[in-house]
Every structure is written in C-alpha cells, then in structure tokens.
C-alpha cells in the first residue's frame, strides 16, 4: 500500500517535500516513480528512482527543479520540488514496480498510492 502526502497550496517559485510511504507486504527490491495529473489532461511522468538510489530519471519538464529520494529503511521516498510554477499544479502519485531498475511508463508499475493535491499560485 502506497500513501502519498505532503501537497498543498504553495506561491510560484516556492517548494514543497511530497513523501510517499510504503506499507504493508513491500516486495524487495522495488523502484519508485513519480506521476502527477492535472486538471483535465493526462497523467504524465515525473521520475523515477531505482531501487539502490543510484539512478534517477525525471522528465523534461522538471529537469534542475525536482529531486527524488528514497530511504529503505523507513520505507519511504520523497520528491523535492523547487522553483514551482503554475504549471505544476496536479495531483501527484507515487507507484512502485519490482525489480532493481527505473521505469519511465505507467505500465512499468503494479502498485499505485492515492495522490496528494499540489496547486501553485502564481
């Protein structure tokens, strides 16, 4: 089970931390991603994160502005966001797949959290 948390209403140029914890039976390894939707289009990928850390993908759009993490231990994984923009606005989701490496598509993951809402002012 996966819980997103950490949106919210935030001015342009501002940040915000999203966590996303894992619970329950979690199949190691996993690698984790990050999707965000906004109001009336589709959901599109934000990055990915494999299962050591050591690899990260992000999409275009918020290359230099959004950093993912994880910790193992605590089961946990975070997406930092920086210099906001309007456009952010979305839901965001994390979802896990098995396996060691990164995936990019939404059907590269099995498992999926309920999204927490981010909305920038501008």
């Known amino acids: 089970q996966l819980q997103a948390s950490g949106g919210g209403l935030v001015q342009a140029g501002g940040s915000l931390k999203l966590s996303c914890a894992a619970s329950g039976r979690t199949f190691r390894p996993y690698y984790m991603g990050w999707f965000r939707q906004a109001p009336g289009k589709e959901r599109e990928f934000v990055g990915s994160?494999?299962?050591?850390?050591?690899?990260?993908i992000y999409a275009d759009s918020v290359k230099g502005r959004f950093t993912i993490s994880r910790d193992n231990a605590k089961n946990m994984g975070y997406l930092q966001i920086n210099s906001l923009e309007p456009e952010d606005t979305a839901v965001y989701f994390c979802?896990?797949?098995?396996?060691?490496?990164?995936?990019?598509?939404?059907?590269?993951?099995?498992?999926w959290g309920q999204g927490t809402l981010v909305t920038v002012s501008s």
């Open positions: 994160i494999s299962w050591s850390g050591d690899t990260t």
């Open positions: 979802a896990t797949g098995s396996g060691t490496r990164v995936g990019r598509f939404s059907r590269d993951y099995r498992n």
